[in-house]
């Protein structure tokens, strides 16, 4: 038997996801919330009308509509004809590889609504940006704490979390500073 945990919250209009050891989630789960704690206290964001005959309302994307990130998403995103998200442009700095892959993450997930990333579609994207990496386990350790990951060996998986959308949204605007 597996010791994996899994933990589901909402508090306000944040939300937190995490599975894996206990050790690993609990971190996560500290990390979340001394980022809430940080966050400014925002009014609930407004239901958006559907366009459904019932009138039922849609709850806003929990990746936000910040409107400087709708802005550079066509100028740092390419979709390909073959599917894959690949970065016109490459961040800069220490984490240069590392902040490539959460924005390849991030581009899967706006772009194509692909939460869940394939590590080796993950590794084609990444090749294609011009980053030369060998495995994304190894180059998203640094923002391990802002990754669900699952699967195992090709089939592993990758997903932002909330907070690592609020870093994908930090890397995404500091691009062109």
């Given at each position: 038997m597996?010791n994996?945990?899994?933990?589901?919250i909402?508090?306000?209009?944040a939300?937190f996801?995490?599975e894996?050891?206990?050790?690993?989630v609990?971190?996560?789960?500290d990390?979340f919330?001394?980022a809430i704690?940080k966050?400014?206290?925002?009014p609930?964001?407004p239901?958006?009308?559907?366009?459904g005959?019932?009138?039922?309302r849609a709850?806003?994307?929990?990746l936000?509509n910040?409107e400087?990130?709708?802005?550079?998403l066509?100028s740092?995103?390419?979709?390909?004809?073959?599917?894959i998200?690949?970065l016109?442009?490459?961040p800069?700095?220490?984490n240069?590889?590392?902040d490539?892959?959460?924005?390849?993450l991030?581009?899967?997930?706006?772009?194509?609504g692909?939460?869940?990333?394939?590590a080796?579609q993950?590794l084609?994207?990444?090749?294609?940006?011009?980053v030369?990496i060998?495995?994304?386990?190894n180059?998203l350790?640094t923002?391990d704490?802002?990754l669900?990951?699952?699967?195992q060996r090709?089939?592993t998986?990758?997903?932002?979390?909330?907070?690592?959308?609020?870093k994908a949204?930090?890397?995404?605007?500091?691009i062109f500073?």
């Amino acid at each position: 038997m597996t010791n994996s945990h899994r933990i589901k919250i909402k508090i306000g209009t944040a939300e937190f996801e995490a599975e894996g050891e206990q050790s690993a989630v609990q971190a996560q789960f500290d990390a979340f919330m001394r980022a809430i704690e940080k966050a400014p206290v925002a009014p609930t964001p407004p239901a958006v009308e559907s366009g459904g005959p019932t009138g039922e309302r849609a709850a806003a994307s929990p990746l936000g509509n910040d409107e400087r990130v709708e802005q550079l998403l066509a100028s740092v995103f390419e979709q390909r004809q073959d599917g894959i998200i690949s970065l016109k442009v490459l961040p800069k700095g220490d984490n240069r590889d590392a902040d490539a892959l959460m924005l390849i993450l991030f581009g899967y997930a706006r772009l194509k609504g692909q939460d869940d990333v394939l590590a080796t579609q993950l590794l084609r994207a990444a090749q294609q940006s011009g980053v030369s990496i060998d495995r994304p386990a190894n180059t998203l350790a640094t923002y391990d704490l802002l990754l669900i990951r699952g699967g195992q060996r090709k089939g592993t998986t990758y997903r932002l979390n909330n907070v690592g959308v609020a870093k994908a949204k930090e890397i995404l605007v500091g691009i062109f500073k």
